[in-house]
């Protein structure tokens, strides 16, 4: 059974530019998870998606959005980058939305300059 | 809102010594997870405990969930290189809780030294 894949692995951007990040969950899964964890704030919540319904969301700008389509496979976009965005982000997929173990991608490494 | 407070935050011991961490919460919740994040990856799942009381052992390590389900506590024996990395606890909220996400705790930085 194939992982959870995140697209790229790494990204560089510059300020002001804006950037879609790719995630496609374990076969089956219909709820993805979407994290940003940078050393000084740990993993913070920014959205969940369950059937293509956005069913929860964190404290975040509204410059970070995100996706879903009908094979589960989500994006997320950030506009206007900004330095701080500089971040792991990590996506994870499970069965139920908020329930279950959650499997992570290896997460897109994305610097601002 | 439910917040789990992971102890101690960062955590540096010698090779063959035996150490414990702790997930702590005021909120009770259906069940407990464990994970491990090295450096520049996902984290990985270890255990989930699900039962007040329960205790689970994976090789040199061992969880243990609070009677209340608040609370829960992950113990190494004799700590190798090999188990340096970030530690996270998550706890899953109770049916019909209302916000119902994963609440990931603040993590253990943990370094085991050669």
């Known amino acids: 059974k194939a992982g959870v894949t995140q697209t790229p692995r790494y990204l560089i951007k510059t300020r002001g530019q804006q950037v879609t990040l790719s995630c496609s969950p374990i076969?089956?899964?219909?709820?993805v998870s979407w994290y940003q964890q940078t050393p000084g704030q740990g993993l913070q919540f920014l959205f969940e998606?369950?059937?293509?319904?956005?069913?929860n969301k964190g404290n975040f700008p509204g410059r970070f959005s995100g996706r879903q389509f009908s094979n589960s496979r989500s994006e997320m976009n950030v506009s206007t980058l900004e330095l701080g965005d500089s971040a792991l982000y990590l996506c994870?997929?499970?069965?139920?939305?908020?329930?279950?173990?959650?499997?992570f991608g290896q997460g897109t490494r994305l610097t601002v300059v | 809102t439910q917040l789990l407070e992971q102890s101690p935050q960062f955590l540096s011991i010698q090779e063959g010594e035996n150490l414990t961490v702790y997930c702590n919460s005021s909120s009770v919740f259906s069940s407990l997870q464990w994970y491990r994040q090295e450096p520049g990856e996902g984290p990985v799942l270890l255990v989930t405990?699900?039962?007040?009381?329960e205790v689970k052992k994976l090789k040199r390590l061992t969880f243990q969930f609070g009677d209340a389900r608040k609370d829960s506590s992950l113990h190494i024996t004799a700590a190798q290189p090999g188990d340096t990395g970030l530690y996270l606890c998550a706890g899953e909220p109770p049916r019909n809780f209302g916000n119902e996400k994963l609440t990931f705790g603040t993590g253990t930085r943990l370094t085991i030294i050669p």
């Open positions: 994870a997929s499970s069965q139920g939305t908020g329930r279950g173990e959650a499997f």
């Open positions: 076969s089956g899964h219909r709820s």
């Open positions: 998606y369950f059937s293509e319904t956005q069913r």
């Open positions: 405990v699900v039962t007040g009381g």
